[in-house]
């Protein structure tokens, strides 16, 4: 929407001026200075305003604009964050692409790695998902009052989808994987945790992994069972697409920079000022809006010559 159809657009729905409409929305003059000068307003905003202006004749008397407008923004912006998601998985499917290419061989998709030894991801997801349950208190026979480790949660769901996606490409191509997947990313990730759900949910990924190893399900439909499930998973352990990307970026990259400066020969420095690698990749990637593969590794370079 132009800014110029917005300032008459707000008009419709009830405001008298722009200052009145940010200040329902809680948006900051900043922001308007740059619709201004781009002639441009989000799409989040479009929707909104259209969102108000179709219900504007059938609302209750006691509902305010305001409560309008939080109930409204965050499925907004969750819209305008999913037109950007086919991109960034088609980056992480290259990246995966590349990483099983550089260690497994190049026919890594049949099955076989560059050494001759058996790929299975099915099982991986499997010893994956052991693992994320290990994260929280599931023994009864043991520390049965300790709180789940949801960051090791997410690391595992991480790792997870590094085989997931894996299995994905051995079953089809880059595009057909994408297209796949990208319905699946627009969730909105629970804020508040069950972790008897979380342990429910990746359970059930293990069921699927082992019902096509086992031939008790067919490998394509299987494939489409797996996407839904995991992002489940995702959803209920608190795990949102974009910080999904973030770790996986983030731990692709961090993997890479080790093997670029020494790891294998063992002059590679892990704790950086007082900080392990991982931890300081973390909090790039907290002041990162957007995250790539070439821009992060620019930043640890940055860090690492700190030490």
């Known amino acids: 929407m132009l800014y110029k159809d917005f300032k008459e657009a707000i008009k419709s729905v009830g405001f008298n001026s722009v200052d009145e409409f940010i200040t329902y929305a809680k948006i900051s003059s900043d922001e308007v200075l740059v619709w201004i000068e781009n002639d441009e307003v989000p799409y989040l905003v479009s929707l909104l305003i259209h969102t108000l202006k179709g219900d504007k004749d059938v609302l209750p008397a006691s509902i305010s604009l305001e409560n309008i407008v939080e109930e409204c ?20 499917f290259l990246l995966q692409k590349q990483l099983n290419d550089s260690t497994n061989g190049n026919h890594w998709e049949l099955g076989i790695n560059k050494f001759g030894k058996e790929i299975n991801w099915l099982r991986c997801i499997h010893m994956e998902v052991a693992e994320l349950i290990d994260s929280t208190p599931w023994k009864h026979w043991k520390n049965i009052n300790s709180s789940p480790d949801m960051n090791n949660i997410h690391v595992e769901l991480v790792d997870i989808w590094h085989f997931l996606m894996s299995y994905i490409l051995q079953e089809t191509n880059v595009p057909k994987a994408v297209s ?31 019902a096509i190893d086992t031939k008790n399900m067919p490998s394509f439909s299987g494939i489409e069972r797996f996407i839904e499930q995991f992002f489940r998973t995702c ?71 700190k030490n």
């Open 73 to 92: 923004l965050p499925l907004a912006t969750l819209l305008e964050e999913a037109s950007s998601f086919p991109s960034k998985l088609e980056e992480m």
């Open 180 to 210: 796949l997947v990208n319905t699946h990313c627009i969730y909105e990730a629970s804020s508040e945790i069950d972790i008897k759900a979380v342990v429910k949910e990746a359970e059930k990924l293990s069921y699927v992994s082992l």
């Open 235 to 305: 959803k209920v352990a608190g795990l949102s697409f974009t910080w999904l990307q973030k770790l996986y970026i983030g731990k692709n990259c961090l993997n890479q920079f080790r093997q670029d400066n020494g790891y294998k020969e063992g002059t590679y420095i892990k704790v950086w000022n007082g900080n392990e690698d991982n931890v300081v990749m973390v909090s790039l990637l907290e002041k990162m809006e957007d995250v790539s593969f070439v821009h992060l590794y620019e930043q640890l370079e940055v860090e690492y010559k």
